[in-house]
């Protein structure tokens, strides 16, 4: 059973001989750019490096990274993409069982969300080891990472009354997300009061990122590396 395990998760290939970057410790990455060790910044910039960096401290990403140390490359690595599985069913299960009057569930999701926009933040302004060989698993994840905010933007949307027209169900708030944040619009559906406009504005803003980020995938950068 753990041999088909094994082989489900890695296919054929030897899990041991992957080459997959050793990983570094995200405090040793604080430590890096206070000290300009890897990055030649200065101003605004190096204040929003130093604060991406640093906000990590306060999700449970790292520690995850942290617990699993002592695995192997590539275990740490599934790890991680558990997590991020994780992170993006959540909204979904919360959505499809209306649960978005839960509050401490809602605000677990939106804490969640939080550190997503951060991570991105962190990809474009922080890169870190981007070879070839683990380019597509990257943009697969950043793929699950946008699935997990146009589901967390729908239970805020499902949450609240911000539209023209009530959210009969949560394929409504779905429906809305998606649109917004691939910015189609159809004009079915729209915001007519402040927090409704302020979320919709937010989200676009979020597709900006997201889109900023995919593109940096195809773009070699050098100097830059942490």
């Known amino acids: 059973m753990r041999k088909r395990l094994s082989k489900l998760v890695f296919g054929t290939q030897d899990p041991g001989k992957l080459n997959i970057p050793d990983s570094t ?8 750019v ?5 990055y030649h910044d200065f101003g605004i910039e190096r204040f929003v490096r130093l604060f991406l960096v640093s906000s990590k401290i306060f999700f449970p990403g790292i520690y995850i990274d942290l617990l699993t140390m002592n695995l192997s490359a590539h275990a740490r690595k599934v790890s991680g993409e558990l997590y991020v599985v994780f992170k993006t069913v959540m909204p979904f299960i919360l959505l499809s069982y209306s649960l978005w ?7 677990f999701n939106i ?9 991105i933040f962190h990809k474009i302004f922080l890169p870190e080891h981007n070879t070839d060989k ?6 697969i994840l950043l793929f699950l990472n946008f699935s997990e905010v146009i589901a967390s933007f ?5 949450s609240g009354h911000y539209f023209n027209q009530p959210l009969h169900s949560w394929i409504d708030a779905l429906y809305f997300s998606l649109i917004t944040g691939v910015t189609i619009g159809f004009g079915d559906i729209y915001p007519i009061n402040d927090q409704g406009k302020i979320l919709v504005m937010l989200q676009v803003m979020s ?3 997201f889109m900023f980020l995919f593109f940096n995938f195809f773009t070699p950068r050098e100097k830059d590396k942490l």
């Not at 410790?25 to 890096?32: G, M, P, T, V």
């Not at 729908?154 to 499902?158: D, P, S």
Request: glycine share 0%.
């Open 25 to 32: 410790s995200h405090f040793s990455k604080i430590f890096h």
């Open 34 to 38: 206070w000290n300009s060790s890897h």
């Open 101 to 107: 009057d839960v509050s401490w569930l809602f605000i």
């Open 111 to 119: 804490y969640l969300l939080i550190e997503t926009f951060i991570y």
């Open 134 to 139: 683990l380019a597509n698993r990257s943009v």
């Open 154 to 158: 729908a239970l805020i949307y499902a």
């Open 207 to 209: 597709t900006l990122s």
